[in-house]
């Protein structure tokens, strides 16, 4: 089996879409965020349903060919590492200048085209969620990039992060932090199951589009 094939769906991927397990020293399944523990590895797509099949299916003791303890929420683990990760960068960039916060200066951001990709708090108001949509949008029809949002933490954890009060809506800037930061979100968007609000951006840009072509 290559070293890079997922053992649930056995198709080769590059790393980013996978996930690296290795074997502990008290045989028990440590999930390798970083792809830098030592020992050999196994490789799972980088979906929970995917980590959630390979442990409730015992598919680590056949990948390892040995006996092995998966821990009773493997799942939930690797969520709470590349939660943490996200977090972590997120914090980093604050210290580089490469975040807005608060929903005037957000706004500015998307409509501007500096902002890489914008954060919702899972509490953020449908308003104040519409009204940075409606900017992306907007952004995107003037010919500027598609800025995606994501509704993965807490008010109070990103307030944690960014060191800051009560912080809903946040930009990650264009800037080098700011795609450090995006990698990690992105990974962690993909193992959760995607983002609705940027499927449902997109969508809408494309039937707005559509219809602007009907007209003519």
């Not at 929420?73 to 709470?80: A, F, H, P, S």
């Not at 939660?83 to 997120?90: F, I, K, T, V």
Request: with cysteine; hydrophobic share 45%.
């Amino acid at each position: 089996m290559n070293d890079r094939t997922c053992i649930v769906t056995r198709r080769q991927a590059e790393t980013d879409e996978l996930i690296r397990f290795v074997v502990g020293p008290d045989s028990a399944v440590v999930p390798d965020i970083k792809r830098n523990l030592p020992g050999r590895g196994c490789w799972v797509s980088a979906e929970r349903l995917h980590v959630d099949k390979a442990a409730a299916k015992n598919l680590f003791a056949r990948a390892f060919k040995a006996q092995v303890t998966v821990p009773a929420d493997l799942g939930g683990m690797v969520d709470g590492l590349l939660s943490r990760s996200a977090l972590g960068m997120l914090g980093l960039a604050r210290k580089a200048g490469a975040i807005a916060l608060g929903a005037t200066k957000v706004e500015s951001a998307v409509r501007s085209g500096l902002a890489l990709f914008v954060l919702h708090a899972t509490e953020a108001s449908d308003d104040g969620v519409r009204k940075i949509s409606q900017a992306r949008r907007a952004t995107v029809h003037l010919g500027g990039p598609a800025i995606l949002a994501y509704k993965l933490f807490s008010e109070a954890e990103l307030s944690l992060a960014l060191g800051g009060t009560n912080v809903i809506h946040a930009a990650v800037l264009a800037q080098d932090a700011g795609r450090a930061v995006q990698r990690r979100m992105v990974a962690l968007d993909r193992y959760r199951g995607g983002s609705p609000d940027d499927l449902a951006m997109l969508a809408a840009v494309a039937d707005e589009d559509d219809a602007a072509e009907d007209m003519e």
